[in-house]
């Protein structure tokens, strides 16, 4: 039981995380197409700049709840996706120091030098993150005798790439929308226009790989012995359709939550389907090496301090994002930051 239940919050920091990083991953993305002058750069910017690095909290505790609950997978996917997830590291590092460096110097190279490391440190981890979720949804090559893992080529496989589009399509709508809620005048204008022509592609994206899914992976027998879980597909098809209607009738916020649940709805749905499956071996490779919720996982006492320790302290967590959340979420202009220290 405690295995589950870890399960359940092991997916849920996933989604909670995609959902809230994923709108500066995707702003970042698009930084330099959609912000056009200093001006128009310091509102992107400091758009994301209270909230980019409360994110990331999100990601650290899905790491450490794998390493502290599920230990034998945290091993395996340093091994099996070494490659990927250490170009990710130095994509989120590149990221962080360039919002803290890029008005360390008033110079225009220097700046434009700090915003190109943004864009590509924002769209490498979207990219990244969805080839990674997608390979293990699909099955990774992993044996214990003889050792025998993928390549990064072969991570970079159709199903791979298709979730890693994917995810730069979530993220890339879901960006833009909170850029449209968090300024106005022709920046606003550009990123809406930006969600009007991504939707689409986010669309036929996301039912791609639904179809794709039901043929390179299991993920769909769980929807066929519990269908009850079918409220997370069906979670990710209201958001995309609904973030649509939301943005036609201006409220900007409203789709940006409605894009927010899609995200959240497609994580889980691929979890949901993932159970108890966490880290598992195609079945033409190495069956016994598949690695479960309950073969991977920690001791029972171990999973019960943690479970308590969750119970205090993700909720405190919740709390101070919300605060910020509501503190920050006027609109930025460039006249609040000339005479503030900002990014």
Known sequence: MLETIWFMLWGALWAIYFALDGFDLGLGSLFLFLAKGEDERRVAVNAMGPFWDGNEVWLVTAGGVTFAAFPAAYATMFSVLYV????????????????????????????????????VGSFLPALLFGVAFANIFRGLT??????????????????????????????????????????EGDLRRRAETTVKWAWPVEVVLAVAFLVASAFATPLWENYGKWPVLLVL???????????????????????????????AGAVLWGVGGLYPRLFWSRRDIDPGATLTAHNAASSPLTLKIMLGVALVMVPIVIAYQTWVYLKFHDVVRPEDFREHDAY
């Open 233 to 263: 597909p069906l979670l990710a098809v209201a958001g995309l359709v609904m973030l649509r209607v939301a943005l036609a009738r201006g409220r900007r916020w409203a789709a940006w939550g409605w894009s927010a649940a899609a995200i």
């Open 142 to 183: 992993f044996t214990v005798n003889p050792p025998q893992n993928d390549t990064l080529l072969d991570l970079l496989n159709p199903y791979g790439l298709l979730g890693g589009l994917l995810f730069v399509a979530f993220f890339v709508v879901h960006g833009a929308l909170w850029l449209a809620a968090k300024s």
């Open 84 to 119: 990927p997830l250490m170009l990710l590291l130095f994509a989120l590092i590149i990221r962080g120091v360039s919002f803290e460096f890029r008005n360390k110097v008033d110079d225009s190279g220097w700046r434009d030098l700090w915003d190109r490391c943004l864009a």
